[in-house]
């Protein structure tokens, strides 16, 4: 008998697992799971050392590192303009997954309603899932992931409780325009009783001219957004697990009431050390962008001498393709013949849709990688051409 609850079966094995364990069996180069091939700053590692040998080593409080929060504070100002108070409003979770899980399960009553846009990040609809609420679904239209305003306001009902919003977003790449994310907040103002979670996890991935706005900046928002973020990707630290979450004191509470009993509290050491490097953040990330672009720059220029169809991402560090045009219509199947046969992974983007059919033909390239490594995929994709 099936042991996993009924709650967690629909979701099977996470697609960056079996994609990641495939990459490892044929000795692919791993464009699937999206981890860098390099590890954060020296500086960042030798903050880390020294906590480790000075410590902390002990259980953080449960809101996180009280220097830290100080520290995200300072930042959400700086980037934001918006001021968010350390003991009430800032809370230091176990990377963004948890911090999904923790504002989910803190928010949601069984029979609540949370609109998820299609392609969305995996642990959302399992979240809600475990939340006992009911995930309803959206599609962003393709081939430029816009948003059908229409379809939206009428999946509203008195039942929704949450939208989420991921900007800039995997696995699409799309960052939400300043006009779009107004039109979010118009939503907000015709119907009062939504609360929006945006995870943020690329905040700063974005390429120009596309700028990542928080959404909870805008007139009215603050009160009302929940903001999921992390240094995963900002600090290219992925096993590190260290995010937070900004929230409004009565939002807060929720995220607290779940963080408590999922992990406590995250990594002590570690959140000591990032409170340490956090006022280098403003120059590094500079940089970190222009790594991002060269990066994402020569992957599309790979795609193109394979001759396979992409999505310019506005920011992240996915690549979508649509290969039904080379005659694959089955991105299943297509991700697990270029894996075995040609040595690349990559993840088949329909596990990212919910509904039957959708999302098929659409493959998703994780670019996080050194440029060694995709020029190696780009020429073990280069068969693609005669297809
Ligand atoms: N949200 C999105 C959109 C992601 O791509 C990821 C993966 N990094 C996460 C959340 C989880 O982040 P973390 O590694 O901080 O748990
Ligand atoms: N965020 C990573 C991705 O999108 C995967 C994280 C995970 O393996 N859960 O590829």
Redo the contacts with the bound molecule.
């Keep these: 008998m099936n042991q996993v609850s009924q709650r967690l079966i629909p979701f099977g094995e996470s697609i960056f697992s079996t994609m990641s364990r495939l990459a490892v069996q044929h000795q692919a180069v791993n464009l699937s799971q999206?981890f860098p091939d390099f590890d954060g700053p020296d500086w960042l590692i030798e903050a880390a050392v020294k906590a480790i040998h000075n410590g902390p080593n002990q259980y953080a409080p449960s809101l996180g590192n009280p220097l830290l929060r100080q520290k995200l504070s300072e930042k959400m100002e700086r980037e934001a303009g918006l001021k968010y108070e350390p003991d009430r409003e800032i809370t230091v979770v176990s990377?963004?997954?948890?911090?999904?899980a923790a504002v989910l399960l803190g928010l949601l009553n069984p029979g609540d309603e949370v609109i998820l846009f299609e392609p969305f990040?995996d642990?959302y609809p399992a979240c809600v899932a475990m939340a006992g609420a009911t995930a309803r679904f959206l599609p962003l239209r393709l081939p430029d992931f816009s948003v059908d305003w229409e379809a939206l306001e009428k999946l509203i009902t008195p039942k929704t409780r949450a939208l989420m919003i991921?900007t800039p977003?995997?696995p699409h790449g799309k960052v939400f325009s300043g006009h779009e994310l107004d039109l979010f907040r118009q939503l907000g103002e015709r119907h009062p009783q939504l609360i929006f979670i945006t995870?943020e996890?690329?905040e700063h991935i974005v390429f120009a001219p596309a700028v990542h706005v928080h959404l909870a900046s805008l007139p009215g928002m603050r009160d009302k957004t929940m903001v999921?973020s992390?240094?995963?990707?900002t600090l290219s630290m992925?096993g590190w697990?260290v995010?937070y979450v900004f929230a409004p004191p009565a939002l807060t509470a929720a995220v607290r009431a779940s963080h408590q009993f999922l992990t406590f509290c995250s990594v002590s050491p570690l959140q000591a050390a990032l409170a340490e490097v956090m006022d280098r953040l403003p120059d590094y990330t500079t940089e970190l962008q222009q790594e991002y672009l060269q990066r994402r720059d020569l992957w599309c220029n790979l795609l193109e001498e394979a001759k396979i169809p992409y999505n310019v991402p506005q920011g992240?560090y996915f690549v979508i393709s649509d290969v039904r045009s080379l005659g694959h219509q089955d991105d299943v199947k297509f991700c697990h013949w270029i894996t075995e046969k040609l040595g690349v992974a990559a993840i088949p983007a329909s596990a990212f849709y919910h509904t039957p059919g959708a999302g098929r033909g659409l493959v998703r390239w994780a670019f996080c990688k050194s440029l060694d490594t995709l020029r190696q995929a780009g020429q073990r994709l280069l068969p693609l051409r005669h297809s």
């Design positions: 999206g990377g963004a997954t948890e911090g999904i990040y642990s991921n977003g995997n995870d996890v690329y999921i992390s240094f995963s990707k992925t697990k995010g992240s």
